[in-house]
Each structure stands twice: as structure tokens, then as C-alpha cells.
């Protein structure tokens, strides 16, 4: 079994603040599709690049995301990747936990950089 990388006090906090979050991205969401919506062009064409956007953004961690401790650590690199929160964001959480995720980040970035 894998050893846990963060502390019972990150879970209780990333679930505190985690609804502010999805908040905050849901409303820069609802501000791009008002754009789309006031944009030029036909409202049927308006209407089905909504339709596709919604259905997309559904899927994405900053609207909707299983909430188990197993998927901790992940879903917070979900959240960073999807530039739903930032680095600076974990402050207030344990140098455990900002260790794991920044470990993560790095052998990420050292994977796509491998690909060149």
C-alpha cells in the first residue's frame, strides 16, 4: 500500500475549500459563454458550440470531482493542470503535500519534455 502524502488536516482543508474553487471556475465558465453567446454569427451555431462547450466542461475537475481520499493527490493535479487553481493556491497547506504535488508537476513536465 502506498504511503499517504499528506496530513488528515490537508484533506479537511482542500474539502473546505474546494466548493469556493469549483465557484470560481464555474463563474469564469458562465463569463466565456456569455462571450459566445453575445459573439457574432447565427444563434443556432451559438446555440449547439454551447451545447458541445457544456457538455465538455461537465467533465472537467473544476465543475465535477470524486470526492475520495484516494483520489487526493490527483485530483489536485487534475485542478492545477486544468488551471482551475494554481500553486499558490496550496499555501495553506502542509510542505508534505506541496512536495508530492510539486513532484508530480515536475515528472510531468519532465515526461512531455521527453517527447521532443
Known amino acids: 500500500m502506498q504511503e499517504q502524502r499528506f496530513t488528515k488536516r490537508d484533506w479537511a482543508l482542500f474539502r473546505s475549500k474546494i466548493g469556493?474553487?469549483?465557484e470560481a471556475y464555474i463563474g469564469r465558465l458562465c463569463d466565456e459563454y456569455i462571450e459566445l453567446l453575445s459573439g457574432d454569427g447565427d444563434p443556432s451555431e451559438k446555440f449547439w458550440q454551447?451545447?458541445?462547450r457544456i457538455r465538455s466542461d461537465k467533465r472537467n475537475p473544476g465543475v465535477?470531482?470524486?470526492m475520495t481520499r484516494?483520489?487526493?493527490i490527483?485530483?489536485?493535479?487534475?485542478?492545477i493542470n486544468n488551471d482551475v487553481i494554481s500553486i499558490e493556491d496550496l499555501e495553506d497547506f502542509s510542505d508534505e503535500l506541496k512536495g508530492t504535488v510539486n513532484a508530480f508537476l515536475e515528472r510531468q513536465n519532465w515526461n512531455y519534455s521527453d517527447e521532443d
Open 74 to 79: 490527483y485530483n489536485i493535479i487534475a485542478l
Open 50 to 52: 454551447l451545447d458541445k
Open 70 to 72: 484516494t483520489n487526493f
Open 20 to 22: 469556493s474553487w469549483q
Open 64 to 66: 465535477q470531482l470524486e
